[in-house]
């Protein structure tokens, strides 16, 4: 089968690999559509922090937000999984750990992370292993857009229910990517109002007109408002900063965002307000409500992708390469099954 492989820094290929085998517990899913996320960006370019903590090693085959159907089982795997659509938890713990036994198998110590973490070979390519255990079904009403939206989609969710805002409250999201605009998108399906903090006039332009916030602004115009909540899901090592003096005295900041330098948060700004800070790392513990979400139509995701390419193309836009053709959302999808065009030769081209 075909798969992209990172094999150093700025070094990438599509080649052809051995196809998986379902091991005991294990099954192997046939990829419809995978998203390329920010952390497969830092993985090509060699400044994720795994690289460095000896968590991840080249080579590497990325992607984490995907879905596709079950085309085979291992042993002890219910057959029921067999020609269903699927997507999965990217986080594997270790099932034996008090964090494991208690829920929280996504900030275990010694998970495994679907093309990200420990060597689990990730979803650019037309099939994946994947343990059983992690599987979540998609119904008829997710489509494969969709479906592949789901784990930014449980960040996402994360994010505004650690906000804790009731409906007619007012949510500041720092940060008009994915996982900000699906956060945006969520609560105001809860009946919150929102608005949207960034730096580029299309993104914002684009928060306004497609995902309907409230007000989409840069930090030069941004109303006096009262702020009930802040969701940071930037990349500015400077934004909770900025978060936690923004967010009412009282209430909630959400930190999801990640910048390559640290951040530096003086905690009096959070103690002498007496405001709850919350991180959050994965989307776990939010992937069921998220489909439910889109099941339901409450939230459409699709709006957000801006292409659907091939597994020819990842090595460009983790580059940081859109094509001409993309439209203005933040997330470009990959479909495996699909082919880059052949060139056409000067003599084809001629020929009647």
Request: contains cysteine.
């Amino acid at each position: 089968m075909r798969a992209f492989v990172l094999t150093g820094p700025g070094e990438s290929s599509v080649i052809d690999v051995e196809p998986p085998v379902a091991g005991p517990g294990e099954v192997i899913v046939d990829i419809a559509r995978v998203g390329v996320c920010g952390t497969d960006m830092e993985l090509a370019a060699g400044t994720m922090s795994y690289l460095h903590d000896d968590l991840a090693h080249y080579p590497v085959r990325p992607g984490h937000e995907w879905c596709g159907t079950v085309s085979a089982i291992g042993d002890g795997v219910d057959p029921a999984w067999l020609g269903r659509r699927t997507t999965g938890d990217t986080q594997i713990g270790c099932g034996r750990c008090h964090r494991c036994l208690t829920g929280r198998q996504h900030v275990c110590d010694d998970r495994h992370e679907i093309g990200l973490r420990r060597g689990f070979d990730g979803a650019l390519a037309e099939q994946m292993s994947v343990p059983a255990r992690a599987l979540l079904a998609l119904p008829d009403e997710v489509d494969d857009m969709s479906g592949a939206m789901v784990e930014p989609g449980g960040n996402a969710l994360r994010a505004v229910r650690a906000a804790s805002l009731d409906e007619g409250e007012r949510l500041l999201v720092i940060g008009p990517g994915t996982i900000g605009l699906l956060a945006a998108q969520l609560a105001a399906a809860q009946g919150c109002e929102v608005h949207v903090l960034g730096v580029t006039p299309a993104s914002l332009e684009f928060a306004g007109a497609t995902v309907g916030v409230a007000g989409a602004w840069t930090q030069h115009d941004l109303p006096d408002l009262r702020w009930d909540g802040v969701i940071d899901a930037s990349n500015d090592p400077t934004s909770p900063t900025r978060a936690a003096g923004l967010v009412d005295a009282g209430r909630r900041l959400v930190l999801i965002g990640l910048s390559e330098t640290p951040s530096l948060l003086d905690s009096r700004a959070l103690v002498m307000r007496d405001v709850t800070a919350v991180g959050v790392l994965s989307g776990s513990p939010g992937l069921v409500g998220a489909i439910g979400h889109f099941a339901s139509a409450a939230v459409d995701p699709r709006p957000l992708v801006a292409a659907t390419l091939t597994l020819d193309d990842v090595g460009d836009v983790l580059a940081g390469n859109r094509p001409a053709s993309a439209g203005p959302g933040p997330k470009i999808h990959i479909d495996p099954r699909l082919r880059a065009p052949t060139p056409v030769t000067t003599q084809e081209r001629t020929s009647p």
